[in-house]
């Protein structure tokens, strides 16, 4: 997993040094990939040495300090594109709470599911607190908004609820109900077309509509509400099967691609890189996710098999949202390419997640008095 680390390191930047390459509003940002990187090892070897079991064991403190976060960003986080996710630090630094969420989530429902000591989970008392975990963060995410984070944590949940050994008559159940709930929602949607855009555009929300229209009706939108996805087609498909070459990008398609250097970075790498980069991209994606699936069925400590399919079910999700979006498979949504995407919040997040299966790995044998 390290080895697969430091190959996207320096893959990461120089997607990113070509992505900003002569852009005066982006200066230095390979260099700020290679700083974040470098931290982020640094990260990776705290987390390994702090035993996992004492977080585990004080999960609903760091719970709170992330509800916490999440509700201070209405206050005191300035307004950028129309949400409020950001706290501003000094030096130019920026910090969104619901990246660190995620990992929070996913130590609070560990440790739920973890009492159960294996057993099926109770649809009558453990799954109500779990979904009450993760009903609280998605609302107050939602309300920034932030879809793409929201949705992670849906995704995260549905992970570990399916490895903590709930009954496949709750999964059909659920199954059902979410299908039902779209098929719902797309035809309101149709049928209140109008009013719903009405509504948004009273709110400051019409990119909430323009998002979920472009997705819903491709064909039928306005060449504004859907030039990102159309362009960074054309710009992933231009790369053929070698790509360009670095450097190389056609900046005619990537101009209309708003932050090729973070959500749109996987445009440059269809791009210059063509078929076979963005092959190799997924086959060091799919080695990674599989060393954490090994990681997890070797735990001895169910928790930790329970936080590590928790990590691998948020980076999952993110890998193939990211990418879906800019080949036409999926709604758009701000949700980074993990490793790959500029973006230090998102990155130290993946880094203290790896930091975190290697501490399970380090610590699962020692007794559980020693923590």
């Not at 920034?144 to 159940?173: E, H, K, S």
Request: include cysteine.
């Amino acid at each position: 997993m390290l080895l697969i680390l430091v190959v996207m390191m320096g893959f990461s930047t120089l997607l990113v040094r070509s992505a900003t390459h002569g852009n005066p509003l982006y200066p230095n940002y390979d260099l700020k990939t290679l700083i974040y990187y470098a931290i982020g090892f640094v990260v990776i070897l705290v987390c390994t040495l702090f035993d996992y079991r004492l977080l585990l064991k004080t999960w609903y403190v760091w719970y709170g300090i992330g509800l916490i976060l999440l509700v201070l960003v209405f206050k005191f986080a300035p307004s950028i594109n129309g949400a409020r996710s950001w706290f501003e630090l000094p030096g130019g630094l920026k910090f969104q709470p619901a990246e660190f969420m995620k990992l929070f989530l996913i130590l609070a429902i560990a440790a739920i599911m973890g009492r159960r000591q294996g057993d099926p989970l109770r649809m009558k008392s453990d799954v109500p607190l779990v979904a009450a975990s993760v009903f609280i963060p998605f609302v107050l995410v939602m309300v920034q908004p932030d879809l793409g984070n929201a949705v992670i944590y849906i995704f995260i949940t549905l992970g570990m609820l399916w490895i903590g050994n709930i009954r496949y008559t709750y999964v059909l159940a659920g199954m059902a109900a979410v299908i039902g709930l779209l098929m719902l929602f797309v035809t309101l949607f149709n049928s209140y077309n109008t009013e719903i855009f009405d509504y948004l555009k009273a709110h400051d929300k019409v990119h909430w509509y323009k998002r979920i229209n472009t997705y819903i009706h491709p064909d039928e939108v306005s060449s504004d509400d859907s030039m990102q996805s159309k362009y960074a087609k054309i710009a992933i498909g231009s790369g053929g099967l070698a790509g360009d070459g670095f450097m190389n990008g056609d900046s005619k398609n990537r101009k209309f691609i708003p932050y090729p250097y973070s959500d749109s970075i996987f445009v440059v790498v269809g791009e210059e890189f063509g078929f076979q980069g963005a092959a190799l991209l997924l086959l060091l994606y799919f080695l990674f996710i599989y060393r954490m699936i090994i990681s997890a069925y070797q735990a001895a400590d169910l928790r930790g098999s329970y936080i590590i399919i928790g990590i691998a079910s948020m980076m999952v999700f993110q890998i193939f949202e990211n990418i879906g979006m800019m080949i036409g498979l999926m709604p758009i949504t701000g949700i980074t390419l993990p490793f790959i995407s500029y973006g230090g919040t998102s990155l130290l997040l993946n880094m203290a997640c790896i930091g975190l299966i290697f501490s399970i790995r380090a610590h699962q044998n020692k007794p559980e008095s020693e923590v």
